[in-house]
């Protein structure tokens, strides 16, 4: 399979604790985004990368959560003192230039108790 | 602001139905819209993508519309099956918007009734 993979797909964690979810996009895709989307609400652009550039944080992007993709290939998204707010499906998805479309994971779902 | 609004929020029809989602948008300048499938616990797939010079794309049952003038678009799906269940997405890009300023709706959640 040679599409976008996300790992964990499940997480549950306690508030406080930090958490870490890797991406693995495809593979001659240079432009990694994630995302946030809670239920029933259209995914919530957080960041995205050019190859290991970052290129763009979104305000909803806290000083708790920080994202790498330090050889331009997979990257990892951080979540530092889990907040329960911050329960939600986190999706990483890939493309091969501006303009093409999306290639999604299928996320990993956080829960945060 | 760039905005993209859907319509309805949810919808239940019976299987081998037919029915149409909408998108109202107020992106600008305006790039293209496209229509994405989200089934329930995966991400979303991309089902159709419309341009500024197209009004209509088919992709087997699902027949998209664009009418630039008036900043909407439609999804139709045609004799509706178990497995068309999913939540569909509208997502424009232009400028403004988040990454290559795409900016997302909240989407349509469709539920197929046998």
């Known amino acids: 399979d040679t599409g976008v993979s996300q790992n964990p797909r499940h997480k549950i964690t306690k508030r406080g604790q930090n958490v870490t979810f890797r991406c693995d996009p495809i593979?001659?895709?240079?432009?990694l985004y994630w995302y946030r989307q809670t239920l029933g609400q259209g995914p919530e652009f957080l960041t995205y990368?050019?190859?290991?550039?970052?290129?763009?944080k979104s305000r909803l992007l806290s000083d708790r959560f920080s994202a790498e993709r330090p050889k331009g290939s997979f990257s990892t998204l951080e979540i530092q003192r889990t907040e329960q707010g911050d329960s939600a499906m986190y999706l990483c998805?890939?493309?091969?230039?501006?303009?093409?479309?999306?290639?999604f994971g299928n996320g990993t779902r956080l829960t945060v108790t | 602001k760039n905005q993209v609004e859907q319509s309805p929020q949810s919808l239940i029809i019976l299987e081998g139905k037919n029915c149409t989602l909408q998108?109202?948008?107020?992106?600008?300048?305006?790039?293209?819209l496209r229509w994405y499938k989200q089934d329930t616990g995966r991400g979303p797939v991309s089902l159709t993508i419309m341009t500024f010079s197209e009004n209509t794309k088919s992709n087997g049952r699902y027949t998209a519309t664009l009418d630039a003038d008036t900043k909407q678009s439609s999804l139709h799906i045609t004799a509706s099956q178990l497995s068309d269940s999913a939540s569909y997405i509208c997502v424009v890009s232009g400028s403004g918007g988040g990454a290559d300023g795409l900016t997302f709706g909240k989407g349509t959640h469709l539920i197929i009734q046998p």
């Open positions: 990368f050019q190859n290991e550039a970052q290129l763009e």
């Open positions: 998108c109202n948008y107020t992106v600008s300048p305006f790039s293209n």
């Open positions: 998805a890939s493309s091969s230039r501006a303009g093409s479309p999306l290639h």
């Open positions: 593979s001659e895709h240079n432009r």
